[in-house]
């Protein structure tokens, strides 16, 4: 069984890899992926599969910003920081606002598992820590 | 002549004296041979086998006697030795009392250490179970004065931030992060 995950994640991983084009994942590619899964008999489908979403929704999450934030926030503001983020991880990044009344004042910016905050609630915790 | 007439003469005076003791010579010769044989028969068998008896009682009287001797010494000797032992015996056996009473107070002197040692280790662990606990408190307190003090400031900026300081304070923190 466990033999058989094995090959299923490394077979996901594979589809993966097909998937991502420049360092972007392609839409036509994961739809040709599915299509191929779907007509030709996978071992193992239902592992393979939900590992091939989380590789992609964590490679999505690379290319994703959410922004929370307290107070109106601009689309200027929006892109400013889309725009930082590109340049930070050296590819597209696109980005979200989400409202977070518990920071207060400012920003909590979240790129997959990278987490960026400047934020008065962020400030107090930090307060909070370090008495 | 003269010597035969000597004889003559002692005979008849010999014969003269016989006759008048009225002893006949030949009853003398035959009572001296009965008592003779009657005293030969009697040494043989009588008096010889009593006195064999006799030295055989006599040599077992002394050999009893020597015998006797014998365990007297062996007797004197045997208790010599049993005071010898019993003396040797005490004297071991007051080393040992000794050798105890030494080990007792040893042992005594060290569970008197060790007891020492003990509740000093324990006054040590308690000194330092309360300083630690004394920390935790101070720790505890401060940092519930903290919580306090930041769940204050959270609601009074909650409260008093307006619109226009959120923005501000945004703006700041958009050039931060983009400037990461």
Not at chain 1, 19 to 31: L, M, W
Not at chain 2, 146 to 168: H, I
């Amino acid at each position: 069984m466990a033999a058989h995950a094995k090959k299923a994640q490394q077979f996901a991983r594979q589809l993966f890899k097909m998937s991502v084009v420049n360092g972007t994942v392609s839409p036509e590619r994961v739809s040709g992926v599915l299509q191929y899964v779907e007509k030709h008999k996978v071992a193992n489908p239902l592992i393979v599969l939900k590992a091939y979403a989380r590789l992609i929704a964590t490679e999505l999450a690379k290319s994703h910003a959410t922004v929370e934030h307290a107070g109106e926030i601009s689309a200027a503001t929006l892109s400013t920081i889309a725009a930082a983020m590109s340049k930070k991880y050296g590819r597209p990044v696109t980005a979200s606002a989400k409202p977070n009344p518990a920071l207060l004042a400012g920003l909590r910016v979240q790129v997959s598992d990278d987490v960026y905050e400047s934020s008065v609630a962020g400030q107090l915790a930090a307060l909070s820590a370090a008495v | 002549m003269l010597s035969s007439s000597l004889i003559v003469a002692a005979a008849s005076g010999l014969t003269k004296i016989t006759d008048d003791f009225g002893i006949s010579v030949p009853l003398i010769l035959a009572q001296i041979l009965s008592f003779s044989i009657v005293a030969i028969v009697l040494w043989k068998f009588a008096f010889k086998p009593v006195m064999t008896t006799l030295d055989e009682r006599q040599g077992k009287i002394e050999s009893g006697l020597q015998y006797a001797e014998q365990m007297k010494a062996q007797l004197a000797t045997t208790q010599q030795q049993t005071e010898a032992a019993l003396k040797e015996a005490q004297q071991k056996a007051q080393a040992i009392i000794v050798e105890a009473q030494k080990a007792a107070k040893t042992l005594a002197d060290k569970q008197q250490q060790d007891a020492v040692e003990q509740a000093a280790a324990l006054i040590a662990k308690a000194q330092s179970a309360i300083e630690l606990e004394k920390k935790k408190m101070l720790a505890e307190a401060r940092g519930e004065i903290a919580r306090l003090v930041v769940a204050t400031t959270q609601r009074v900026l909650a409260k008093e931030l307006s619109e226009a300081d959120r923005g501000r304070f945004n703006d700041a923190a958009t050039r931060e992060l983009t400037s990461v």
